[in-house]
Structures are given as structure tokens and as C-alpha cells.
């Protein structure tokens, strides 16, 4: 079964507007909480990624939250353009740098 | 920069043959990694390498062979193709300490009829 569970699986929104992607865990022992971004025909890239002992990070327009004692953490994309549209998959990471993925959030950003 | 590079970015086999999917990364990277994307389920781990001459299982092993000789290279084998190895698969490399970064090649969209 996947550790990592991400929703909503799509999401469409205006340009301008947040999309808000989340994500669960299980595992305890992660340390990192990365973000890809992936575009079609192209490999996942990092995003952002923050520490479990750090709540919120930012960078650009991009906003990683983090709530530890619920084991979830989220990304919001502050005022999207057309060129965010992409699949966005959340992740943890252990020690070791082994990588559990969500399952994918296709984003759409009209314009 | 190459970065990760991988080959072929396509093929077609039939079920029961064999073939290797290659990776080569120029950034002196130690540890190396293979994964495979399927709708609706992420990327999962198939195997990966802390450095050369040591390997382990992630979390989908069966039916691939991997092995390190160089800290560059980091091949895949397919030891006979079945349908359900139909994918795309990627392959990855990240510094030590990784702090969850890993750099992907473009990756090989395998199709097995």
C-alpha cells in the first residue's frame, strides 16, 4: 500500500488562483519532505522540500505546509500562471534517501 | 551539463525477451536509483545503490536486475518481459546526504506486447 497518500488527483483552477495539493503519511522515520514537479515527456524535478521540524517553508510562489503531529503537509502554488500546469508529486524521504511518492496531482491552470 | 542520462527513450519488446535499460549520471553522484511511473500510482522504488559494488531491493524488485560497477553507471536489466512491466521508468541519483533531492533522467517509456 502506498505511505504516502496525496489528493485530489486533479485539480483545475484560473490563473491566479491556489491550488492546494495534500498529502499523508505513516512512517514516522522520514526526514524529508520533498516536492516534484513533472512535466509531459520530461523526468520529475525538485520543487521544494522542507524538514519535519519545520512548519512552513517558502520559496517563490510556492508553499510548503507542514503539521507534524498529524503526519500532513501540503503545497499551495500562490498566484499560478499558465506555465504551473503540471503533475505535482509529493514525497518522504528516509535517511538513506529513499523516496515513497504520492500518487500524482495533475494541475491545470487556465488562463 | 548531462545530469542523468538514460537509453533508449523508447522500446517496444515481446513478452520473454530480455534487454537493459542504461544510466549514466556525470555528477559524482554516490547513491543511484530506479523507478517506475504508472497512472495513478507515483513513482515506486524497483532497486537502488548506495555506491558502486552495493545494491538493494525498493519496493517493486521482481523481475529486474540491477548491479554498480562505476559510481556512473547504473544499468537495468529486464530478465524476460512480461506485459504487466509495461511502464515508464526512470532513473536517479542524489548527493549524500540527500535531504530528499534526486535528479531524474528524462526516463524510458517500455512497452511490452
Known amino acids: 500500500q502506498q505511505q504516502v497518500k496525496q489528493s485530489p488527483q486533479s485539480l483545475i483552477v484560473q490563473k491566479g488562483g491556489i491550488p492546494i495539493i495534500n498529502c499523508a503519511y505513516e512512517n514516522t522515520a522520514f526526514d524529508y519532505f520533498p516536492w516534484y514537479q513533472q512535466f509531459p515527456g520530461k523526468g520529475p524535478a525538485l520543487l521544494i522540500a522542507i524538514r519535519p521540524d519545520v512548519s512552513e517553508k517558502k520559496e517563490g510562489r510556492f508553499t510548503i505546509s507542514f503539521n507534524k503531529s498529524a503526519k500532513q503537509f501540503s503545497l499551495h502554488i500562490m498566484d499560478s500562471q499558465p506555465g504551473d500546469s503540471a503533475t505535482y508529486f509529493c514525497?518522504?524521504?528516509?535517511?538513506?534517501?529513499?523516496?515513497?511518492f504520492g500518487a500524482g496531482t495533475q494541475v491545470v491552470v487556465t488562463p | 551539463n548531462a545530469g542523468v542520462t538514460q537509453t533508449p527513450k523508447f522500446q517496444v519488446l515481446k513478452t520473454g525477451q530480455s534487454m537493459t535499460l542504461q544510466c549514466a549520471q556525470d555528477m559524482n553522484h554516490e547513491y543511484m536509483s530506479w523507478y517506475r511511473q504508472d497512472p495513478g500510482m507515483g513513482l515506486r522504488l524497483i532497486h537502488y545503490?548506495?555506491?558502486?559494488?552495493?545494491?538493494d531491493q525498493g519496493e517493486v524488485p521482481n523481475g529486474y536486475n540491477v548491479s554498480r560497477s562505476t559510481t556512473e553507471d547504473f544499468p537495468l536489466r529486464l530478465l524476460s518481459a512480461a506485459p504487466s512491466q509495461t511502464s515508464v521508468y526512470f532513473c536517479a541519483s542524489s548527493p549524500v546526504p540527500t535531504m530528499g533531492e534526486a535528479f531524474f533522467g528524462q526516463g524510458t517509456r517500455l512497452t511490452v506486447v
Open positions: 545503490s548506495v555506491g558502486a559494488g552495493i545494491t
Open positions: 514525497a518522504a524521504s528516509d535517511s538513506w534517501g529513499k523516496l515513497q
